[in-house]
């Protein structure tokens, strides 16, 4: 596929977690989404036998892979209550900028009439939709995917999809500031 590493390390570490006995965040879909993504060493990941070799081959390595699935794992469950506190405020239009295979809009529990905008790379969001229909999951949410590369004018694009300017929105950037520079940082919020 076209979804890039980083898209599906997040969700295999979503995943791991959600396949823990007590897991501080559930994710049934990003297990899914790994899966199919054909990338090969985040889904052996998903392989606990091959987490057993990693730990007996590299101790250190494993404890890195430990440490990033429960950073990915505390990550996911501050925006989740962040969302969850933006709908019992009343607020209906959220947007997930370079959402990759975020599934927030199929897993969170929206109040009736909430708008998710996705935008992202039109292949991320075109795979993550269909493979997720493939498998019988439907949205929670309205869904409006937004297919633009985010150096584009994403802001057209998304108020080409309805996004309303003028009505009270719940904003998500999450794991994408870090790859910008400053002036492309500068850019996205200036739009």
């Given at each position: 596929t076209s979804v890039g590493s980083t898209a599906v390390m997040v969700a295999a570490a979503r995943a791991g977690e959600t396949d823990n006995p007590d897991p501080l965040i559930r994710d049934p879909y990003a297990r899914i989404l790994v899966e199919g993504a054909g990338t090969g060493m985040w889904e052996s990941m998903l392989d606990e036998s091959m987490a057993d070799r990693v730990e007996a081959a590299d101790p250190e390595a494993a404890a890195i892979f430990r440490h990033m699935g429960n950073y990915q794992a505390v990550r996911t469950h501050f925006f989740d209550a962040f969302f969850a506190d933006a709908a019992a405020a009343g607020i209906r239009?959220?947007?997930?900028?370079?959402?990759?295979?975020?599934?927030?809009?199929?897993?969170?529990?929206?109040?009736?009439?909430?708008?998710?905008?996705?935008?992202?790379?039109?292949?991320?969001?075109?795979?993550?939709?269909?493979?997720?229909?493939?498998?019988?999951?439907?949205?929670?949410?309205?869904?409006?995917?937004?297919?633009?590369?985010?150096?584009?004018?994403?802001?057209?694009?998304?108020?080409?999809?309805?996004?309303?300017?003028?009505q009270p929105t719940a904003w998500l950037a999450e794991g994408l500031l870090m790859y910008l520079p400053a002036d492309a940082q500068d850019r996205l919020f200036e739009q």
């Open positions: 239009q959220i947007v997930i900028l370079a959402s990759g295979l975020d599934s927030r809009a199929y897993r969170l529990d929206w109040p009736a009439g909430t708008r998710v905008y996705e935008i992202d790379q039109p292949k991320v969001l075109e795979y993550k939709a269909t493979t997720l229909a493939e498998h019988g999951v439907r949205p929670a949410a309205e869904v409006h995917e937004v297919p633009v590369d985010l150096r584009q004018d994403w802001a057209a694009a998304l108020r080409g999809r309805g996004f309303d300017p003028t």
